[in-house]
């Protein structure tokens, strides 16, 4: 029988394929492994403290073998996130990644002080979208559908709970992102002076989808 692939929730046992998923999608969609150093300071800071602090909203997809080629990983909560991430998680991981001494002075170095930086996610325009989220998956796997399944499993997720919106953070260079998340019914909220980056937001409930 041929194995099927199918959204399930996050496992213990699925740590080291969210690392690698993280890595190999983090140069703005592309393997971060060729322009860093050590490229496990992205899931440092992207992936792992919301499969430490929040496991139960972070969803798989799995190839049907038992293996995660992608995931979406959130908060119902910003603001308590940040101070968990601040008090919790990043105890665990200063030894490996300690914070600059002075400004940023290498790639590696710029995703660390972001690390060390959680309060840079209270972003005020975003208020009104109090659940955040990031959502990656395996080049081979995009485009078929699946990514469009593991944001109904988080929006189904947060919207239980209660939450009536959520939000995220983008590279704005990365255009088939932006494309995949204007189909999903994403717009984007305006925030001064953002930088590299753009703020989208979209209500919880699936029936805006």
């Known amino acids: 029988m041929t194995p099927t692939p199918g959204i399930r929730a ?14 190999r999608t983090a140069h703005a969609g592309q393997d971060a492994r060729p322009y860093y150093r050590d490229p496990g300071v992205f899931p440092a800071a992207f992936a792992q403290p919301y499969a430490h602090l ?4 972070v969803f798989v997809l799995d190839d049907g073998e038992g293996r995660a080629v992608g995931y979406v990983v959130g908060t119902a909560d910003t603001a308590r996130f940040v101070a968990d991430y601040r008090a919790q998680w ?41 659940a955040h989220l990031h959502i990656d998956l395996l080049p081979e796997w995009q485009g078929r559908g699946y990514g469009r399944a593991l944001m109904g499993s988080l929006l189904g997720a947060l919207h239980e709970k209660g939450v009536p919106a959520v939000h995220l953070c983008m590279l704005s260079a990365n255009t088939p992102a932006r494309a995949f998340y204007d189909r999903l019914g994403f ?21 805006s989808w």
């Open 10 to 23: 996050y496992g213990p046992q699925d740590r080291a394929a969210l690392d690698d998923i993280c890595v």
């Open 54 to 57: 929040e496991p139960d909203l």
């Open 90 to 130: 990043i105890p665990l991981v200063s030894d490996r990644y300690p914070r600059p001494a002075g400004p940023p002075r290498t790639p590696d170095e710029e995703i660390v002080a972001l690390l060390h930086d959680p309060e840079r996610m209270l972003v005020p325009e975003v208020a009104a979208y109090p």
């Open 187 to 207: 717009h984007e909220i305006a925030v001064p002076d953002p930088g590299p980056v753009t703020y989208l937001g979209r209500p919880t409930a699936v029936e």
